[in-house]
Antibody, heavy 122, light 111 residues
């Protein structure tokens, strides 16, 4: 059974940093691209970042470019999101999602975690 | 403002068919066959319903179908059931500086 379990969310002050983690199991992690998608309270889905199977291809939404860094450790079956210079508008539920392909260009996410909540507030 | 445009809401009665549109540009929906649709019930994670415009993942009922014409993709649900009531989101690969764009979401109400 595929499982994606996010962790690392919490309450953080504006300008501070937070690192999210996603532990994957039930599939061959290093065969697939992975993504972070967020959803602000009461709002729609927003793609945040994606990384190919070998970390050779990485993309970011314009809203987080230069502040967030995605990475993965295939030996640990884990995906990460380093979030710096956090803003109030980054407040959201952050989902980890598995891509159906290796490079992420298909933009099809067949498994999702339950999300970890990030709240940016003073 | 979302990159892909969806109607805010649609509704239908049980047994009827509804269609949700998703309009983009030639840089995303119109340029690639990489459109996906997701269903999200309140408090739950999204679920993939359609990928690559018209393909259904295993386990998704064939009442759900997808299509595309030009810069607009569509999700059609036939034989509406009460459990179909949810939010639906489209997404697409994009050749812009980002990789993926989502629509703003459509709330489906089954009357």
């Amino acid at each position: 059974e595929v499982q994606l379990v996010e962790s690392g969310g919490g309450l953080v002050q504006p300008g501070r940093s937070l690192r999210l983690s996603c532990a994957a199991s039930g599939f061959t992690f290093d065969d697939y691209a992975m993504h972070w998608v967020r959803q602000a309270p009461g709002k729609g889905l927003e793609w945040v970042s994606g990384i190919s199977w070998n970390s050779g291809s990485i993309g970011y939404a314009d809203s987080v470019k230069g502040r967030f860094t995605i990475s993965r450790d295939n030996a640990k079956n884990s995906l990460y999101l380093q979030m710096n210079s956090l803003r109030a508008e980054d407040t959201a539920l952050y989902y980890c999602a598995k891509d159906m392909g290796s490079y992420g260009q298909g933009a099809s996410f067949d498994y999702w975690g339950q999300g970890t909540l990030v709240t940016v507030s003073s | 403002q979302s990159a892909l445009t969806q109607p805010a809401s649609v509704s239908g009665s049980p047994g009827q068919s509804i269609t949700i549109s998703c309009t983009g540009t030639s840089s995303d929906v119109g340029g690639y066959n990489y459109v996906s649709w997701y269903q999200q019930h309140p408090g739950k994670a999204p679920k993939l319903m359609i990928y690559e415009v018209s393909n259904r993942p295993s386990g998704v009922p064939d009442r759900f179908s997808g299509s595309k014409s030009g810069n607009t993709a569509s999700l059609t649900i036939s034989g509406l059931q009460a459990e179909d009531e949810a939010d639906y989101y489209c997404s697409s690969y994009t050749s812009s500086s980002t990789l993926v764009v989502f629509g703003g979401g459509t709330k489906l109400t089954v009357l």
